[in-house]
C-alpha cells in the first residue's frame, strides 16, 4: 500500500456563474481575517459576497458596465472593499443604509491584466500605457509615488506591496512581460533590485513579510527569491508536473505555499524548503486565484477559485 496521502475533497464548493472567477479574498472584520465571509469577482465585472456556513453570495455588485471585468479585490479594514477593473477604474465599495455605493478612487489607461495591491494606506497600480507604476494614498486620494518603467522589460504582469517585519518600509515588487522582478523601496522612493528571473513573462507574484518572494511563469519552473538591498537572490526552483501557473499564494504564518496551476490543480508546498505537500484536483480549468485563511486555533482553509465559475474551500494543516 502506498504510504501517500489519498488526496482530500473540498469542504465547500461555490457557484459563482458561468463566467471566470478572476479574484477572490477572505473578508476582513475589524482588521482580521472572517473565514466565514468570502469576496470574489468574475470575468463579466460580477462582484459577490460569499456566506461560507450558508453557502450562498449575500451580496451582488458589479463593477462598471460592458462586462468589465474584475482584476483584483482587496478588503479594508473598515468593512469596505476595492475593486480593480480593466476598465482602468479602482473602486472603493462603502456600505451605506441603502446598499452597497461605489467611488472612483484611481484610474490608469493601462487595460493589460495587472491588478492593483494594498498595504495600510498604500495602493499600488499600473501607471500610463504599462509605462509606470504608480502608488496611492488612501487617506488623500493622491498620488504618493510614481516610477518610471523601461520600455525594454515590457507591461508589468503582477505586483505585491509588502511591509518588511523587521523596519516596516514598504516594499513594491513587480512581474514584468520579459520576466524580471523589481523591487522599489517606497520609503526611499528608490528602485532598489532588479533581475531575470523567467525566461517569459511573469504571471503571478506573491511576497512574504521578510521579502522572499515566489513567481510563476509559463513554462515549469516556480522561482522563490530574496529581495536585498543590491541584488534579489534567486534561491529555490519548483518544478511543477504541467506547465502554466496562474497564480501563487503565501499563507501568512509562512508555513505554506499554494500554486494555482493552467492543468486545472492546486499544488500545496511547504514555503520554507517548498516540500510538496498535496495536490488538490477539482476544478476543471485554470486555478486563476487563491486565498488563505490562518488560526492557531481554529480550521486553517485555502479558497481558490477558476475559470469554471466555480469556488472550492479545503481545510489545510
Known amino acids: 500500500m502506498s504510504g501517500r496521502r489519498p488526496t482530500p475533497d473540498p469542504t465547500c464548493i461555490l457557484r459563482a456563474g458561468s463566467a471566470a472567477v478572476t479574484a477572490l479574498q477572505f473578508w476582513l472584520q475589524s482588521g482580521e481575517i472572517d473565514a466565514s465571509r468570502l469576496l470574489t469577482g468574475a470575468a463579466d465585472g460580477s462582484i459577490q459576497v460569499w456566506d461560507v456556513k450558508a453557502r450562498r453570495a449575500v451580496v451582488r455588485l458589479q463593477h462598471g458596465r460592458g462586462g468589465t471585468g474584475v482584476l483584483s479585490l482587496q478588503a479594508l479594514p473598515d468593512e469596505s472593499f476595492l475593486s480593480h477593473g480593466r476598465d482602468g477604474n479602482v473602486l472603493m465599495w462603502t456600505p451605506t443604509a441603502k446598499g452597497w455605493v461605489d467611488t472612483c478612487i484611481a484610474q490608469c489607461t493601462d487595460v493589460g491584466f495587472c491588478g492593483c495591491s494594498v498595504s495600510q494606506s498604500l495602493l499600488a497600480m499600473p501607471g500610463s500605457n504599462g509605462q509606470s507604476l504608480q502608488v496611492v494614498d488612501l487617506v488623500g486620494h493622491q498620488v ?39 523591487t522599489w523601496d517606497l520609503t526611499a522612493a528608490r528602485l532598489v533590485s532588479s533581475t531575470q528571473v523567467h525566461p517569459e513573462a511573469v504571471m503571478c507574484m506573491d511576497v512574504d513579510d521578510s521579502l522572499t518572494g515566489v513567481s510563476g511563469s509559463t513554462d515549469h519552473e516556480v522561482f522563490t527569491w530574496k529581495c536585498e538591498d543590491d541584488e534579489p537572490k534567486r534561491a529555490n526552483c519548483v518544478t511543477v508536473t504541467n506547465a502554466g501557473v496562474a497564480s501563487v499564494k503565501i499563507r501568512s504564518d509562512k ?31 485554470t486555478v486563476q486565484c487563491l486565498d488563505f485563511t490562518c488560526s492557531e486555533t481554529g480550521t486553517n482553509s485555502l479558497a481558490a477559485a477558476s475559470k469554471d465559475g466555480l469556488i472550492s474551500l479545503w481545510s489545510l494543516y
Open 255 to 285: 508555513r505554506i505555499l499554494a500554486l494555482g496551476c493552467w492543468d486545472s490543480n492546486v499544488r500545496v508546498f511547504g514555503w520554507k524548503k517548498q516540500k510538496p505537500l498535496a495536490v488538490l484536483n477539482y476544478h476543471r480549468e
Open 144 to 182: 504618493a509615488h510614481s516610477f518610471a518603467v523601461d520600455r525594454a522589460v515590457g507591461m508589468p504582469m503582477c505586483l505585491k506591496l509588502q511591509r518588511s517585519a523587521g523596519s516596516g518600509r514598504a516594499f513594491l515588487c513587480v512581474g514584468f512581460e520579459d520576466g524580471s522582478v523589481s
